[in-house]
């Protein structure tokens, strides 16, 4: 299986459970913000932790920790190009990871590190296809934040390549128009056929560019609706890339309401095939046994659980609970299943899950 998480993440996330495990996720921009207004953060956070460590980890093994996350800073780069940093130290282990994307101040002391925080801020990079039609030709690319490039595919890209599949009997007809009709749908159904290996290799938002013609064709057949995040309507055949970006940049700008749509769409396709699990207890299950391609979970979502008579069951605390087995979060220990299996975890709003009980699994088909 690929793994989708980063090396340096998976460090942390195999890292020996320790307490106190101190997490601590901030803003950080050497080249953008003054040397002393980045001290005065780190000595907030600092301060933090130290009350945390004082309060619940008293003694040689608080006094310890906090001995490290200030070498820690101490030792931090003022050279970096980049925009936050993530510090993460405990007894017997200490990561620092320079992060691309923006984050709001975290400090977390606890019994283990806070890796939902993490994955939930490295997953910004906005990674989408763009399918560009007309009645000649077809082309697709993969676009993010930073590039657009085009994907090479097995299918003929041009209309004429199809000539040859055309009946004899329609090689004569005097109606051309007709003709060319009947020769464009079969393009368009050969192009639909060649999304099924491109949409399986990258499980991204699709739009679809063309005239109100060739889209309204593309719609009679298609198998692919529900992958499509949105219809772009216009004459794009001869767009330079920069040209076509600037179209969809207005498309892109509520890219969390583009996204939210795509993965609904994923969790439709597979409870129709039975590989679907709702429920933090039915994905805990599906997952501990290895079954997690995607997490979909809503970002506030957490539950306190005991475990059952075997590894596949849990089941809510209850008071007084069994502190030997008693799990803190039971869908943070998803998360690192699903990872460290190679799957994924999305993060969506509040209440968008609710038919799921905020938290659904899809699972390897």
């Not at 000595?43 to 093994?61: C, F, M, Q, T």
């Not at 330079?240 to 940049?249: F, I, M, S, Y």
């Not at 997952?287 to 979970?297: E, Q, T």
């Amino acid at each position: 299986m690929q793994q989708t998480v980063t090396p340096e993440i998976l460090e942390v996330m195999e890292a020996v459970h320790y307490r106190p495990a101190v997490s601590v996720i901030i803003p950080f921009e050497p080249k953008m913000i003054p040397k002393e207004a980045l001290g005065h953060s780190l000595k907030s956070a600092s301060e933090k932790v130290e009350r945390e460590l004082k309060d619940n980890y008293p003694g040689e093994i608080g006094k310890l920790v906090m001995h490290k996350l200030e070498n820690i800073f101490r030792r931090l780069n003022f050279n970096t190009h980049k925009k936050s940093v993530a510090i993460y130290v405990s007894p017997v282990f200490e990561k620092v990871l320079y992060l691309d994307i923006s984050v709001e101040e975290k400090v977390i002391v606890n019994e283990s590190f806070e890796i939902r925080d993490l994955v939930f801020s490295k997953k910004q990079l906005h990674k989408y296809l763009v399918l560009l039609l007309s009645a000649n030709e077809s082309k697709i690319y993969l676009g993010n934040t930073d590039s657009f490039v085009k994907i090479i595919s097995n299918t003929a890209e041009s209309v004429s390549g199809y000539m040859h599949d055309m009946p004899e009997r329609v090689a004569n007809f005097s109606d051309m128009h007709e003709k060319k009709e009947m020769l464009v749908d079969k393009f368009l159904h050969y192009i639909d056929n060649s999304l099924d290996t491109i949409l399986k290799a990258y499980k991204l938002p699709l739009f679809v560019m063309g005239t109100d013609k060739i889209l309204g064709h593309f719609k009679k057949f298609t198998k692919h609706g529900s992958a499509v995040v949105e219809y772009i309507h216009g004459n794009y055949e001869e767009s330079t890339l920069p040209h076509l970006r600037n179209v969809l940049e207005p498309h892109l700008a509520d890219w969390k309401k583009i996204r939210e749509k795509e993965l609904l769409n994923q969790m439709e396709e597979a409870a129709g095939r039975k590989k679907l699990a709702t429920g933090i207890r039915d994905v805990w299950r599906e997952a501990m046994n290895h079954k997690g391609r995607l997490l979909l979970v809503e970002k506030n979502y957490m539950y306190p659980a005991q475990s059952g008579s075997n590894a596949d069951n849990i089941y809510a605390v209850v008071e007084p609970y069994n502190r030997f087995s008693y799990i803190k979060d039971a869908v943070d220990d998803v998360i690192e299943r699903v990872l460290e299996d190679g799957g994924d975890v999305e993060f969506v709003d509040d209440a968008v899950l609710g038919d799921q009980h905020h938290i659904a699994l899809i699972q390897y088909y």
